[in-house]
């Protein structure tokens, strides 16, 4: 099973742009598909974004369509947030979410995956 940790998270102001990675330390990353979640305080986690085993399809919420996008490169087992437009409604801590799958689908739903990273804070100011 591999391992995940995030990383690039920060304190921002509005309309600034970050990138969030997602790196893991197992062999059979690509096995995996990948997903963004994040918490905001006072709220439960929500799903954000997710991507294939194989980097072609992704799916957003709908609030960050257009600004963020996500990417993977399985030679170097790590799956990309980037995000920009930030605004002040995307602070929240940022947690990278796998689950092995045998076909290209994805999943939305936090129940359905099984590794977790630690999470990275993100912070948008006004």
């Known amino acids: 099973q591999v391992q995940l940790e995030e990383s690039g998270g920060g304190l921002v102001q509005a309309g600034a742009s970050l990138r969030l990675s997602c790196t893991s330390s197992?062999?059979?990353?690509?096995?995996?598909?990948v997903a963004w979640f994040r918490q905001a305080p006072g709220q439960g986690r929500k799903f954000v974004a997710t991507?294939?085993?194989?980097?072609?399809?992704?799916l957003y919420e709908e609030s960050v369509k257009g600004r963020f996008t996500i990417s993977r490169d399985n030679s170097r087992n790590a799956v990309y947030l980037q995000m920009d437009s930030l605004k002040p409604e995307d602070t929240a801590v940022y947690s990278c979410?796998?689950?092995?799958?045998?076909?290209?689908?994805?999943?939305?739903?936090?129940?359905?995956?099984?590794?977790w990273g630690q999470g990275t804070q993100v912070t948008v100011s006004s």
């Open positions: 197992g062999s059979t990353f690509g096995s995996y598909s």
């Open positions: 991507i294939s085993r194989n980097g072609i399809h992704a």
């Open positions: 979410a796998g689950r092995v799958t045998a076909t290209e689908d994805m999943n939305l739903l936090e129940s359905r995956h099984n590794v």
